[in-house]
């Protein structure tokens, strides 16, 4: 077994270098972690993340890494994805070992920045959607009636997924994808079930979602977890998941909630607060048909069923 923790979206340039400090005994007890980058990076804000011991970042996001971000973390010695200097490497798995085990992991953002990024900017590899608007069908009956959105992947976006996905996992044991996604609040976009269900589909041990800038469902698809929405691990909106996640033949999923502090540290909740945010997940997560148990600040999801 491989035990993983996987945190949200991550914009640390400017913060305190102990923006992890406290959750360093939930992030240094597992094999490996993961996070999603957002924006700038310098040397400062690569020695907060190598202090709290993080091994992986996701770079695919609507706010651009410079180029010189990846040299950053290349000299760092942390793994990146989803980013790179052409579409190619954009689509690279960042594959680590451990425990006689190889986990690749591969990126992808579904959000995109008003502004195209200057051609000296990395290539980000793309899950874009498609927006249609049906006319609800009580209309004509009841006239200004708003009308359903419909998401829809883009074709060929999908279809390399798929294939990234399928190429990975043949020649690794297990396969994290992580998808920068989705709108503020609890309803999900169309787009996200057809993205997260076919990476499962196509092998993926789990999917990581993260850019609603809050706190999402999660779903258990063919027994593998796909979580819809992260929140923030470390950025200027304040709550998030800590998801701790053991992939192998018997998988578990726990979920810590945590939330920035007037420090600007990440700190767990713990107490009523933990339990108020964790039993909101469960209450999403149902109406997607996953069962998930809250005791003592810790929310366990059961998979692999």
Same mark, same amino acid.
């Given at each position: 077994?491989?035990?993983?923790?996987?945190?949200?979206?991550?914009?640390?340039?400017?913060?305190?270098?102990?923006?992890?400090?406290?959750? @360093?005994?939930?992030?240094?007890?597992?094999? &490996?972690?993961? /996070?999603?980058? #957002?924006?700038?990076?310098?040397?400062?804000?690569? #020695?907060?993340?190598?202090? =709290?011991?993080?091994?992986?970042?996701?770079?695919?996001?609507?706010?651009?890494? *410079?180029?010189?971000?990846?040299? !950053?973390?290349?000299?760092?010695?942390?793994?990146?994805?989803? /980013?790179?200097?052409?579409?190619?490497?954009?689509?690279?798995?960042?594959?680590? @070992?451990?425990?006689?085990?190889?986990?690749?992991? %591969?990126?992808?953002?579904?959000?995109?920045?008003?502004?195209?990024? *200057?051609?000296?900017? *990395?290539?980000? =590899?793309?899950?874009?959607?498609?927006? /249609?608007?049906?006319?609800?069908?009580?209309?004509?009956?009841?006239?200004?009636?708003?009308?359903?959105?419909?998401?829809?992947?883009?074709? @060929?976006?999908?279809?390399?997924?798929?294939?990234?996905?399928?190429?990975?996992?043949?020649?690794?044991?297990?396969?994290?994808?992580?998808?920068?996604?989705?709108?503020?609040?609890? #309803?999900?976009?169309?787009?996200?079930?057809?993205?997260?269900?076919?990476?499962?589909?196509?092998?993926?041990?789990?999917?990581?979602?993260?850019?609603?800038?809050?706190?999402? =469902?999660?779903?258990?698809?063919?027994?593998?977890?796909? &979580?819809?929405? %992260?929140?923030? %691990?470390?950025?200027?909106?304040?709550?998030?998941? %800590?998801?701790?996640?053991?992939?192998?033949?018997?998988?578990?999923?726990?979920?810590? *909630?945590?939330?920035?502090?007037?420090?600007?540290?990440?700190?767990?909740?713990?107490?009523?607060?933990?339990?108020?945010?964790?039993?909101?997940? /469960?209450? !999403?997560?149902?109406?997607?048909?996953?069962?998930?148990?809250?005791?003592?600040?810790?929310?366990?999801?059961?998979?692999?069923?």
């Amino acid at each position: 077994m491989i035990t993983l923790v996987i945190g949200g979206d991550v914009h640390i340039q400017g913060r305190a270098a102990t923006a992890f400090v406290q959750l @360093e005994p939930l992030l240094k007890g597992a094999d &490996l972690r993961f /996070a999603n980058l #957002e924006g700038p990076l310098d040397a400062a804000s690569a #020695e907060a993340l190598t202090s =709290a011991g993080i091994d992986v970042v996701s770079c695919a996001n609507d706010l651009p890494l *410079p180029s010189a971000g990846l040299g !950053v973390l290349d000299h760092a010695g942390i793994a990146h994805c989803g /980013a790179g200097a052409n579409l190619d490497a954009a689509h690279a798995p960042a594959v680590v @070992e451990r425990s006689g085990g190889k986990i690749a992991f %591969l990126a992808y953002t579904s959000l995109r920045h008003p502004h195209a990024a *200057p051609p000296d900017f *990395p290539v980000v =590899a793309q899950a874009f959607a498609t927006t /249609a608007y049906q006319p609800d069908p009580h209309v004509t009956e009841i006239p200004g009636r708003p009308p359903l959105v419909r998401t829809t992947p883009v074709p @060929e976006h999908l279809d390399r997924l798929i294939a990234d996905i399928k190429r990975a996992k043949s020649a690794h044991d297990h396969v994290v994808v992580s998808m920068h996604w989705g709108l503020p609040g609890a #309803e999900l976009a169309e787009y996200q079930v057809t993205y997260g269900r076919a990476a499962i589909d196509a092998g993926a041990d789990l999917v990581a979602g993260h850019g609603s800038r809050t706190i999402q =469902a999660v779903e258990v698809y063919r027994g593998r977890p796909i &979580l819809y929405g %992260l929140g923030n %691990l470390a950025a200027d909106r304040p709550d998030g998941l %800590l998801a701790g996640c053991m992939l192998g033949e018997e998988p578990r999923l726990e979920l810590i *909630p945590v939330r920035r502090n007037a420090d600007n540290e990440c700190e767990p909740l713990a107490g009523d607060e933990a339990d108020k945010v964790l039993r909101y997940v /469960a209450e !999403v997560s149902a109406l997607r048909s996953a069962k998930v148990t809250v005791q003592s600040g810790i929310a366990s999801v059961v998979v692999g069923a």
